[in-house]
Structures are given as C-alpha cells and as structure tokens.
C-alpha cells in the first residue's frame, strides 16, 4: 500500500480543545496525515490534514505518534515471527508520514530517515528478530530524540496532548473501518495499523495521569479508552463478525469527551 505522505484522504476531522464536542466527518481514507498542507483534492467526505489544525510542535507529536504506531505493531509482527507481515508496517513511515515531517525535522536537526530505511533493510534481508529489535530501539531513540524539541512541559499538558490523542484515536477508527467489509475484517493491515495507532493513543494519555489527577478523580478519560481495547484485543484480526465501525467511532467519541474535560 504505497500512500501519497502529503494526503489525508477520506477522514474529516474536527478536534478543539477545551470544548465538550469533537466531530469527525469519516469515509475510506488512503494515508495517515503529518505536519502537512491543508486541504487537499479527491476523496470523499472532505479532507484534511490529520494534525493542520493544531500548533507545529502538537503536529510534530503526532507524526511521531503515528510512526511510532506503525512500528510498535510491525514489532509485535516480527517478534512473533510473521516477518512478512511485518514489514509494511515498517515501511509505512516512511511511505505515509516521513515526507509531511521531513521540513520540521530537518529544521530541528533530528532526522532519521537513514534508521528507518536500515531498519526496513534488515527486515526485507529476515535478518534474525533479536538484529531487527535493535534496529527498532535504535529508531525509538532518535523519535524521542525529535520529541525532546517539544518543551517537556508542553508534552504534560492536556491543552497540548488531549487534541494529539484525540487525532491518533479517530485515525485508529478510520483504520479500522476500513479493514471491515460486510461486517468481517478484510484488510489485516489497516486492523493493526489501527492497534498501533490506539496503543500509543494509550501511552499519551498515561502521560498526563498525574497532571489531570484534580479534573478527573475517577479516571474517567482512562476507562474510557480502556472500552476501545476490545477492538484490537489481538494482534491477528479476529474471525467473523467484529464491532461495527459505528459503535468503534462512537467509543472514540465518549474519550474525546473525557478529555475535552481534562485540565
């Protein structure tokens, strides 16, 4: 699946922070957006860049997030040795997101396109899981590397990351209702493409337990992503019918306002 990185197409999204509604127009999308321009041509239901809306340092969080989805999912593959499968997802960032990035993170000087492609080197060569585990380390360095640009204080905030979370959730749902025909996932990649997106969504949000502690005592926004794991409860899609994209949108939504909540 080789995607234009400067297109977000098929998924409409509205984040804003600190408003109790958060709207997205969805339909089939063919890419993951980045610190792109804004709108774009083709596709249905409206297009717009995944994180145009949001500051250049929140875009640049979420690129990282969606690269990081990509390869936490291509990980689970080949340590589970399904290397082949593995390997679009390892090349996904650089495919889909890498390019809308490219200008911030060469202005920053933290690049690191050479890890990626070496990274999918060493998985095209099926080098052994243990090569290709360091290779992913060595990638997640130089993401964090280009994170720390961000200020740390930034990164804590719900006005900074609720949006960003916001953002990874509602791709992860455009993933997976694309995966889903007739009520049964067809498309294996775009369900772990969605598994990852959601895992680092979960990651982001533990981020900010200890600053939201006072706005949301009961940990709500918490259990409400925690109602989304069912979803991608396996890494393998499961067989027959599957949560209807519907009710995945509409759990994505009862989060989106759990944090439009936080403070």
Not at 50 to 76: K, M, P, W
Not at 178 to 196: C, H, K, L, M, N
Request: glycine share 10%.
């Amino acid at each position: 699946m080789r995607i234009n990185a400067k297109l977000w197409v098929g998924v409409g999204l509205c984040v804003a922070m600190g408003q109790t509604g958060m709207a997205m127009a969805q339909g089939h999308h063919a890419g993951h957006g980045a610190a792109v321009p804004a709108a774009a041509e083709g596709g249905e239901g409206g297009e717009l860049g995944a994180f145009d809306n949001l500051s250049e340092d929140q875009q640049l969080q979420g690129s990282l997030g969606l690269i990081r989805g990509h390869l936490s999912v291509g990980r689970e593959l080949y340590q589970a040795g399904r290397g082949s499968d593995a390997i679009p997802h390892f090349l996904h960032p650089a495919e889909e997101i890498y390019d809308g990035a490219r200008p911030v993170l060469d202005a920053r000087k933290v690049g690191f396109e050479a890890d990626l492609d070496g990274l999918v080197a060493l998985a095209r060569a099926k080098a052994p899981a243990a090569d290709v585990a360091k290779a992913l380390d060595k990638v997640e360095q130089a993401i964090t590397k280009a994170e720390a640009t961000i200020p740390a204080g930034d990164r804590a905030k719900p006005t900074f990351l609720t949006p960003v979370i916001a953002t990874l959730l509602r791709t992860a749902a455009s993933e997976y209702a694309a995966a889903v025909e007739d009520g049964v996932i067809t498309s294996p990649i775009e369900y772990q493409d969605g598994r990852g997106f959601y895992a680092i969504a979960k990651v982001y949000l533990a981020r900010l337990s200890a600053s939201t502690a006072a706005s949301d005592p009961s940990g709500n926004a918490v259990k409400a992503m925690d109602k989304l794991a069912p979803v991608w409860a396996t890494l393998q899609p499961p067989k027959g019918k599957v949560t209807p994209p519907g009710e995945v949108s509409a759990l994505v939504s009862n989060v989106e306002l759990a944090l439009s909540r936080l403070r």
